[in-house]
């Protein structure tokens, strides 16, 4: 039985990936700040038959995200698969863009990468196995305006996950990103309101004009995909596979 942490896995894209992992036996630590965190985590253990905790650590700040780590790390004794997943999104042009919307995003979204990797490498170093996943986007790799923060963080993770990449290889980790589209989440409902205000434009004319303007396939991204390909990263059919960025994107990147 393998085991897993999901940060932000208890909404959106972390919660789809988790409910495919516990479906294949994984026992998960689920991070996020719902407040029904617990009642999640204690219904997918139940569903599965599968260890899941539940911890309302925040991604902000590396103490907490290290006590995650421990905490999962002496509940199941090893970690096998890390995903990096909890984000936020801020939409604003640069000039007005809030200085803490901007040190939120990094944190979040770029160094808990960091710090939570960090913590589980001695470990995944020590077995020769690990399995770092991070959910990045197609911001990683194409910008677009009104998001400067989150187009850094997310080309940050971009670099994260080309170093731990190389770092890993002699000790049997890999480190991929998964480069999702749009996916209608909770982050993405919030996200049409704002940029309805930043361009000046309906909900609807933004869902049309602006955000799936860039896919070619016509359609929010399915959670599901996402949750498959993340399985096939943990499995030991990626072992060679490392380094990635990978776009689930309905064609945006390749433009
Ligand atoms: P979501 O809002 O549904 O989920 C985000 C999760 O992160 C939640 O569980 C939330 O509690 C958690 N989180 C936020 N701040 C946190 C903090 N300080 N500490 C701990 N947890 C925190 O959003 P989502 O759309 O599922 O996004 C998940 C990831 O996917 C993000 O990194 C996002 O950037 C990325 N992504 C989303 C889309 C999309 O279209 N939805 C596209 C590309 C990439």
């Known amino acids: ?30 991070n996020g700040l719902e407040k029904y965190g617990q009642q999640i985590a204690d219904e997918l253990a139940q569903e599965h038959d599968v260890k899941v905790m539940f911890s309302s650590a925040n991604m ?33 042009p640069v000039d007005e863009f809030p200085e803490d919307r901007w040190d939120a995003i990094i944190a979040i979204n770029m160094s808990a990468t960091f710090h939570a990797s960090k913590a589980v490498w001695p470990g995944m170093k020590a077995r020769g196995f690990g399995r770092i996943i991070n959910i990045a986007s197609a911001h990683a790799l194409r910008a677009s305006e009104f998001k400067v923060a989150y187009v850094a963080a997310k080309h940050g993770v ?32 919030a996200q049409i309101a704002d940029q309805a205000r930043a361009h000046q434009m309906s909900e609807t004319e933004v869902i049309e ?31 060679q596979l490392t380094g990635a960025m990978l776009p689930v994107d309905g064609g945006w990147s390749a433009q």
Do not use: H, W
């Open 158 to 189: 971009a670099g994260i996950t080309k170093v731990l990449a190389l770092e890993g290889a002699p000790y049997g980790i890999t480190c991929n990103a998964i480069c999702p589209g749009y996916v209608r989440t909770p982050l993405v409902e």
């Open 60 to 92: 902000q700040y590396s103490d907490q995200i290290r006590e995650m780590v421990q905490q999962a790390e002496q509940e199941f004794g090893q970690i096998d698969v890390l995903i990096n997943n909890a984000g936020i999104q801020y939409v604003a």
């Open 209 to 239: 004009k602006v955000m799936l303007k860039k896919q070619p396939i016509k359609q929010f991204v399915e959670v599901e995909a996402l949750g498959n390909l993340a399985l096939y990263l943990a499995s030991d059919a990626a072992s």
């Open 1 to 30: 039985m393998k085991n897993a942490i999901i940060t932000g896995g208890t909404s959106g894209i972390g919660l789809g990936i988790a409910r495919l992992f516990a479906a294949q036996g994984y026992n998960l630590l689920l």
